[in-house]
C-alpha cells in the first residue's frame, strides 16, 4: 500500500492553550479512516493542522510523499486535499452550479459527474444556494470539494443536524465514493454504526493524542465505550 497521509507525533496550540500532544494518523491511498473521538478530543483540530488552518508546533506531516509542514493552507489544498469543514456552508448570491463551478479543478469530477452523485444538485441548478436546505446545502459543499479534484477527501461531521433521510443520502454518497472510485476518505462522525459500514480503519483520539488505531473491524465494544463513551 502506498502511503497518502503520515501524520507524526503532532502537536498544536491555540494561543498558550495546547490542543493536540502527538497525533498520530497514517492513511493508505484509497482507504476510509474514521477519525474518532469524544467532544473536544482533537478531531477538528487535527484536521486544521493537516489542511495548515492551524500551523503545527512538533512532529511530521507528510501528505502524497511531500512534508506540509510550513505550508500555507492554499498550497496544500493544490496538493489534493479537499476538506469540507465542520458547519460549512454554501456561498450565498452564487447559484448551485456557480458554486461548483468556482471550485473546479482539472480532473475526473466535473460538473456532470457532481450532479450523478448528488442528483438534488441537478434539479436545483439554477438556484441561489442560500436557498437549499441544510441537506442540500452540505451536498454542495461536498460536490464543491469534489470539484477541486481531491486526492484526499476530508469530512468534518457532514452529517452533523441533519434529518435522517437526507443524512442517509450522504452516507450513500459516501459509500458510492469508496466502492465506484475508490478515493481515499477521512470521516468523522458521530454515528459509529454508519462509520462501521464504511470505514477500512479506526483512530481514535483521546485529549489531543492518538489512543487507538486499527482495522474497523478491531473496533470492540469494550473499546467504544472506553474511548468515545457510548
Ligand atoms: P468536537 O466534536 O466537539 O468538535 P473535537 O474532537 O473536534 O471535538 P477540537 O474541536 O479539535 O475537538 O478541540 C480540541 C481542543 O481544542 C478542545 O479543548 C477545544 O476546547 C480546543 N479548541 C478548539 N478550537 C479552539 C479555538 N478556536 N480556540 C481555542 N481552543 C480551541
Not at 477500512?200 to 483521546?206: G, K, N, T
Not at 470492540?220 to 468515545?228: E, F, I, S
Given at each position: ?19 493536540l500532544?502527538?497525533?498520530?494518523l497514517?492513511?493508505?491511498e484509497?482507504?476510509?479512516v ?10 477538528t ?10 500551523p ?50 482539472p ?5 456532470a ?63 458510492a ?14 454515528s ?27 473496533m ?9 463513551g457510548?
Open positions: 500500500m502506498t502511503p497518502l497521509l503520515e501524520m507524526r507525533g503532532v502537536t498544536a496550540f491555540y494561543g498558550h492553550s495546547q490542543a500532544f502527538g497525533v498520530d497514517d492513511m493508505a484509497g482507504e476510509v474514521a477519525l474518532m473521538g469524544r467532544n473536544g478530543m482533537g478531531k483540530t487535527t484536521i486544521r493542522a493537516l489542511t495548515r488552518l492551524i503545527h508546533r512538533a512532529g511530521a506531516i507528510r501528505f502524497a510523499g511531500q512534508t506540509l509542514d510550513g505550508m500555507p493552507a492554499h498550497r496544500a489544498a493544490r496538493l489534493g486535499l479537499g476538506l469540507v469543514p465542520e458547519g460549512r456552508r454554501a456561498f450565498r448570491g452564487l447559484t448551485v452550479t456557480e458554486n461548483l463551478i468556482a471550485a473546479a479543478r480532473g475526473a469530477w466535473d460538473l459527474r457532481v450532479h450523478a452523485l448528488f442528483p438534488r444538485l441537478a434539479e436545483r441548478a439554477g438556484q441561489d444556494a442560500g436557498s437549499l436546505s441544510g441537506g442540500e446545502q452540505q451536498m454542495l459543499v461536498i460536490g464543491r470539494a469534489l470539484m477541486t479534484n481531491p486526492r484526499l477527501l476530508i469530512l468534518d461531521e457532514a452529517t452533523e443536524g441533519l434529518a435522517p433521510l437526507i443524512r442517509g443520502e450522504i452516507w450513500d454518497a459516501i459509500r465514493l469508496k466502492s465506484e472510485t475508490g478515493l481515499s476518505i477521512l470521516v468523522v462522525d458521530k459509529l454504526k454508519e462509520l462501521a459500514r464504511v470505514a477500512d480503519r479506526a483512530v481514535i483520539l483521546e485529549k489531543g493524542r492518538t489512543a487507538w488505531a486499527g482495522p474497523m473491524a478491531d470492540t465494544q469494550d473499546l467504544a465505550d472506553r474511548y468515545l457510548v
